[in-house]
């Protein structure tokens, strides 16, 4: 089936570790985006991807890196520097900026 | 960046009732799209429309471009239909998709 996979759902991990979210789409998609979103609140960019090897922050991107190295994954990385990291990931994709985006199921990271 | 403002942000319906959902921003726009999340936090796409009218069943949507905002109808609701609906928009001059904050809707039995 066609889609975008997040794994895991879940990830628990202690204080001042780094953790990488894995995002994969077999959709063909040019762009990738990678949103927070914390209890009660709407959608934040954290970066984005328009094609392969090129990647731009968006507006909450300190504390995270991402890379591009195939145009069917996009993994985010939450390093020690975030200061609260706890929060639901979500990343999406499109066939090209400005044309509809489909997202996947999300993970929700716990940092403990 | 371009401000996009969803209203109302809370509402609470019974069964079988209609109701509007308004999204509005405050730049051109060449994407906007109107999802709804689910308790589990999936976020479902409902509609992309840029400007115009679009009709899936129960829900329609209207965007007015030029002026600036779009309308999500819910017809005849369902407990099912609760759950938090997002507006998303894309500036024509940029490559980004910026979300509402949200309205939280409830549909009791």
């Known amino acids: 089936d066609g889609g975008i996979t997040q794994s895991p759902k879940y990830l628990f991990r202690k204080e001042g570790q780094n953790v990488t979210l894995s995002c994969e789409q077999n959709?063909?998609?040019?762009?990738m985006y990678w949103y927070r979103q914390d209890p009660g609140q709407g959608l934040r960019l954290i970066y984005y991807?328009?094609?392969?090897?090129?990647?731009q922050k968006g507006d909450i991107a300190e504390g995270y890196s991402v890379s591009r190295e195939k145009k069917e994954s996009f993994p985010l990385t939450v390093t020690s520097a975030q200061k609260n990291p706890t929060a639901f990931y979500l990343c999406?994709?499109?066939?090209?900026?400005?044309?509809?985006?489909?997202f996947g199921q999300g993970t929700r990271l716990t940092v403990v | 960046g371009i401000q996009v403002e969803q209203s109302p942000p809370d509402l609470i319906l019974q069964e079988g009732a209609n109701s509007t959902l308004r999204c509005n921003f405050s730049?051109?726009?060449?994407?906007l799209q109107w999802f709804h999340q689910n308790p589990w936090g999936q976020l479902i796409n409902l509609f992309y429309?840029?400007?115009g009218t679009k009709q899936n069943g129960r829900l329609s949507a209207t965007t007015v471009a030029t002026e600036r905002y779009s309308l999500l109808y819910i017809s005849s609701s369902q407990t099912t239909d609760s759950g938090v609906y997002f507006c998303?928009?894309?500036?024509?001059?940029?490559?980004?998709?910026?979300f509402g904050e949200g309205t939280q809707l409830t549909v009791n039995p």
């Open positions: 730049d051109s726009v060449n994407n």
């Open positions: 999406a994709s499109s066939p090209d900026p400005g044309i509809e985006a489909f």
């Open positions: 991807s328009q094609i392969v090897n090129d990647f």
């Open positions: 998303a928009v894309g500036e024509t001059s940029g490559s980004r998709l910026t």
């Open positions: 429309i840029p400007s």
């Open positions: 959709l063909n998609h040019d762009a």
